[in-house]
C-alpha cells in the first residue's frame, strides 16, 4: 500500500434500519492533507465521519461491512481489527464536532482530561503537553493568564479552538472535525481556518463543511458527497 496515503476505506457499504447510507464505497485519503467533504444534509457526513473512528457502534440498528485501514508508525492497520484498542484508536483519530463541547470545568483541566485518562500524573509534562496543544490551536496567549477560568467563560470561537487543542494533546495522527465552524462568526472561523492548514505537518485532516468558499480555501482535496456514493469536486 502507498506510503502517501493515511486512510484507506475497501468496500464500505453501511445502513441504519436496513436504509442504506453508503454502498460498496471504495476510497484513499492522502497522508498531510486537508479533505473536504461537502453535500447536501442527511446524506451521511456525519456517519462516514464516524466510522473512522467507531463511534456509530453505539447506534441501534446500524450495520457497517468492508474494510478501513489508517497506516500507523510503517504499518497499516485494520480499525475494526484487534491490534488497536477503541480507546487507542480514539488517541490516534481525534474528532471535533459542529458546536464546542467543552467539559464543565477549567480550560486546564479540559486540557488535562484526556492525559488523565492514560494515567499521565508527572504535572510538569502534562503542562508542557498542554501548552503545545493550546499553542497549535492558536489560543495560548489568549488562555494563558486565565487556565484556571472555566471553559464556558470563553467566546464560541475560543471553546471551538479549546476543543481542537484537546483532541491535539493526545497526539493524534488524524483529526475529524464535522462542521467545526458552523456555528461561528466569519473572524472565528478564519482563525480556525488558519490553524488547520498549520496542523497539516503534524495531521492528516478531513473535514465536513457546507461552505465552498472555505473548502476552496483550505482543502487540497474536496470530495461531495452525493446518493450513496463520493465524486470528487
Ligand atoms: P449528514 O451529516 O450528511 O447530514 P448524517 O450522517 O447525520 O448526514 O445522516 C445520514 C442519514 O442517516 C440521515 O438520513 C439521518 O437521518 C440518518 N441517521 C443518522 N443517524 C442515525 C441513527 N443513529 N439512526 C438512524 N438513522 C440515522
Ligand atoms: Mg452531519
Known amino acids: 500500500m502507498d506510503n502517501h496515503i493515511k486512510i484507506r476505506v475497501k468496500n464500505l457499504t453501511f445502513s441504519y434500519h436496513k436504509i442504506p447510507i453508503f454502498e460498496n464505497i471504495s476510497l484513499d485519503f492522502e497522508a ?7 453535500g ?23 450495520r457497517m461491512q468492508g474494510k478501513v485501514w489508517i497506516h500507523l508508525d510503517g504499518h497499516w492497520i485494520d480499525i475494526y481489527g484487534r491490534t488497536l484498542t477503541k480507546p487507542d484508536l480514539r488517541r490516534k483519530v481525534g474528532m471535533v464536532f459542529q458546536t464546542p463541547n467543552p467539559l464543565p470545568m477549567s480550560i486546564y483541566k479540559n486540557m488535562a482530561f484526556p492525559l488523565k485518562l492514560i494515567g499521565m500524573t508527572d504535572k510538569s509534562l502534562v503542562a508542557d503537553k498542554i501548552t503545545a496543544a493550546l499553542r497549535q490551536a492558536f489560543l495560548w ?5 486565565r487556565l484556571n477560568n472555566s471553559a464556558f467563560s470563553l467566546s464560541g470561537g475560543q471553546q471551538q479552538r479549546l476543543c481542537i ?36 505537518k503534524q495531521c492528516t485532516l478531513i473535514v465536513v463543511s457546507h461552505y465552498l468558499d472555505q473548502v476552496s480555501r483550505i482543502a487540497d ?3 461531495k458527497l452525493e446518493s450513496c456514493g463520493f465524486t470528487q469536486v
Open 32 to 38: 498531510h492533507a486537508i479533505t473536504a467533504i461537502t
Open 40 to 62: 447536501p444534509s442527511g446524506r451521511g457526513k456525519s456517519t462516514f465521519l464516524s466510522i473512522l473512528n467507531r463511534l456509530w457502534e453505539s447506534q441501534p440498528f446500524s
Open 141 to 145: 496567549d489568549e488562555v494563558k493568564d
Open 165 to 200: 487543542a484537546r483532541a491535539l494533546v493526545s497526539r493524534p495522527e488524524i483529526l475529524l472535525l464535522d462542521e467545526p465552524t458552523s456555528s461561528l462568526d466569519a473572524g472565528a472561523a478564519s482563525v480556525i481556518e488558519d490553524l488547520l492548514v498549520n496542523l497539516k
Open 221 to 223: 482535496n474536496a470530495l
